[in-house]
């Protein structure tokens, strides 16, 4: 109890002028630095919306770029096939067009060997 007292007896002790002006002297330097601080605190706010506004377009151009990579994918993988499909369907006729020749040449030997008869 008796803490309590000293205590009301403190707060209740006035001030001298001089601890007065002091006083408000550091008030009004509070005062200016918690002004200075919100300043401070709407310009990081400001900052940081455009910072969000710009990683939400970003974000929409990458969901972009992801889909046409996709879709190029998908045309390069059918582009592949339709390759490999055109590989083989020209062996096919290069084997043939082979065995066409050898037909051919064994003819005309034929004809030739008939000729001379």
Do not use: C, W, Y
């Not at 006083?23 to 401070?40: I, N, S, T, Y």
């Not at 910072?51 to 969901?63: I, N």
Request: zero cysteines; charged letters at 50%.
């Amino acid at each position: 109890m008796a803490e309590i007292m000293n205590i009301d007896k403190f707060l209740k002790k006035k001030e001298t002028p001089e601890q007065e002006k002091e006083g408000k002297k550091h008030e009004a330097l509070l005062v200016e630095a918690l002004g200075d601080l919100d300043k401070e605190l709407d310009k990081l706010k400001g900052e940081k919306e455009e910072l969000e506004a710009d990683l939400g377009q970003t974000q929409e151009s990458l969901d972009s770029t992801e889909t046409e990579e996709e879709t190029l994918r998908s045309k390069i993988s059918k582009l592949v096939d339709q390759e490999e499909k055109l590989n083989t369907k020209k062996s096919d006729i290069e084997e043939k067009l082979t065995k066409l020749k050898t037909k051919l040449s064994k003819i005309a030997k034929i004809k030739d060997e008939l000729s001379e008869v």
